[in-house]
């Protein structure tokens, strides 16, 4: 008898929790389609390419040559276009100086429907905090960024890139093209690792090499997941197993991240030990937060700490690679331009064999080739907001008040309106000339307005460092038969590897 309750009791449970997940579904779609109402009405002024009824334009933009494919676009309706990723959610993909100008010199804040993705990993730091939050922080980590900060990390940049080139003086000598990309990637990482963390030039400790690990693995996890629908629920997502591995990575990053918080305080209450801190050659940037109090003498919570430390280590490594690689691909691609940038290196260098602060400024050529290979391939070719307030453009179309951008700058960067002939690869674009009489939204490598990226200038110094001393140790040359496949992501990638022929420069070398 108590059995047969029981399981009535149970099957009844069973009902009722079926009936709650089937109202809750409904309503949840009832929710969405009222959202893509809006952000169709929304967008009616704004023609567009045919979408399909379920994808939307998804399926397009995950093909190979989906980049090209939005330039074609951009020259078929000017200035903007929607942009629907499946049938719920809707961006106006913008792509013209004044309708950057328009939304990128305002505050609006990063469009949640992409960047929420970042939250379990990087927490809510610089990257996604809007508000006060994000003015407060911004503040507190600026003095991270200045110059007599940034000077020092020379010395840490020129270190990690000398060690990737003695093992590529190695496979230059089997006379083969290889892949750049990871290389370049260990190499980014485990400098970002030096000027957060402090570590020394004796290399990563086994904690250090499992979240050295984990941080690749977040970075293409998360890439993953925006790319496929399916994982976009976070109640699904953590319920497979890719999900559960970005959990786990997760954890890893997050314990290194705590723990090196708590040794740095702890060592910080014992007076040798801040001696010894404030006597190294340079303060890392853990030291920069620690250290920095708003004008109430507020500091930042632990939680705040490790969101920015995540976010820095998560920006910075994987869009420099970039950088880097598509800049020595075009390097191989035009060797007249490379030999120019390796005459004015040498010229710099004299009889030195090492780089100092000084000469960074120095090098106008090698800058402006860096400027137009980020213009042709930027790092991040995507970014978005959401409007926090409605947005007249410059032709009289506007947009209401939650509103979701796309600024494109893939194609911004390709505007033959802005940029004649713009596939070709041509450095004096960014002469002092030509750029003051350009539009100052046409060039948008680390984004623009008062959310441009904080880090750029330590970006550019480590840019022209690894460049530098990459020209002077080797001549690159193409591998004809295995040309990059550029993939939007995250970050600019391509989808078979970045492959040069290296020949080293070296006396001797042969």
């Not at 995507?382 to 179309?397: I, T």
């Amino acid at each position: 008898m108590v059995s047969v309750l029981l399981s009535l009791s149970l099957s009844r449970l069973g009902l009722w929790a079926a009936g709650l997940i089937l109202i809750l579904g409904f309503l949840k779609l009832i929710r969405l389609l009222l959202r893509r109402q809006m952000l169709a009405r929304a967008m009616d002024s704004f023609p567009g390419p045919p979408t399909h009824w379920l994808f939307g334009h998804a399926q397009e933009i995950q093909q190979t040559g989906s980049l090209d494919k939005v330039v074609s676009w951009a020259h078929q309706f000017p200035y903007a276009h929607p942009l629907w990723l499946g049938q719920f959610l809707g961006f106006l993909n913008i792509y013209e100086p004044d309708y950057a100008k328009a939304v990128y010199s305002r505050g609006d804040p990063k469009a949640p429907d992409v960047y929420d993705f970042f939250l379990q990993w990087i927490g809510k730091g610089l990257l996604v905090l809007q508000g006060p939050k994000w003015y407060q922080h911004r503040k507190l980590l600026t003095p991270g960024f200045h110059y007599d900060v940034l000077k020092p990390y020379v010395a840490v940049f020129a270190d990690s890139t000398q060690t990737m080139l003695d093992k590529w003086e190695e496979k230059a000598r089997e006379d083969k093209s290889f892949d750049i990309f990871s290389d370049v990637g260990h190499m980014a990482l485990i400098s970002l690792m030096k000027c957060t963390f402090g570590k020394g030039d004796s290399g990563l400790g086994h904690r250090d090499s499992s979240y050295y690990s984990a941080v690749s693995d977040l970075t293409l996890l998360m890439q993953q997941r925006i790319e496929s629908f399916q994982y976009h629920n976070d109640f699904i997502y953590w319920l497979t197993p890719h999900g559960r591995r970005f959990l786990r990575a997760c954890q890893t990053a997050h314990d290194h991240t705590d723990q090196v918080i708590r040794e740095r305080k702890a060592a910080l209450k014992d007076e040798k030990e801040q001696e010894k801190i404030q006597s190294r050659r340079h303060l890392d940037f853990l030291d920069i937060l620690l250290g920095a109090r708003d004008e109430n003498g507020i500091k930042l919570s632990d939680a705040d700490l490790r969101a920015e430390v995540d976010t820095f280590m998560f920006e910075g490594h994987d869009t420099t690679t970039s950088g880097i690689c598509w800049f020595l691909y075009c390097m191989a691609l035009y060797p007249e331009h490379q030999h120019r940038c390796r005459e004015e290196v040498c010229e710099i260098l004299g009889n030195r064999d090492s780089l100092q602060w000084d000469d960074l400024g120095k090098m106008t050529y090698l800058t402006m080739c860096i400027k137009e290979s980020f213009r042709l391939y930027p790092p991040v070719p995507q970014v978005y907001r959401q409007l926090s307030k409605p947005v007249n453009f410059v032709d009289g179309r506007s947009l209401p008040e939650g509103s979701l951008i796309s600024l494109h700058i893939y194609a911004l960067h390709r505007n033959s309106a802005v940029w004649p002939d713009p596939e070709v690869f041509d450095p004096l674009r960014f002469s002092p000339e030509n750029v003051a009489t350009r539009h100052p939204f046409a060039f948008m490598p680390f984004s623009a307005g008062p959310r441009n990226c904080i880090g750029q200038q330590f970006a550019m110094n480590e840019m022209k460092v690894v460049t530098a001393l990459c020209l002077l140790r080797f001549e690159f040359a193409l591998d004809t038969l295995r040309p990059p496949i550029k993939m939007p992501q995250l970050i600019l990638r391509s989808k078979n590897g970045i492959h040069l022929r290296l020949k080293s420069l070296r006396p001797g070398s042969g």
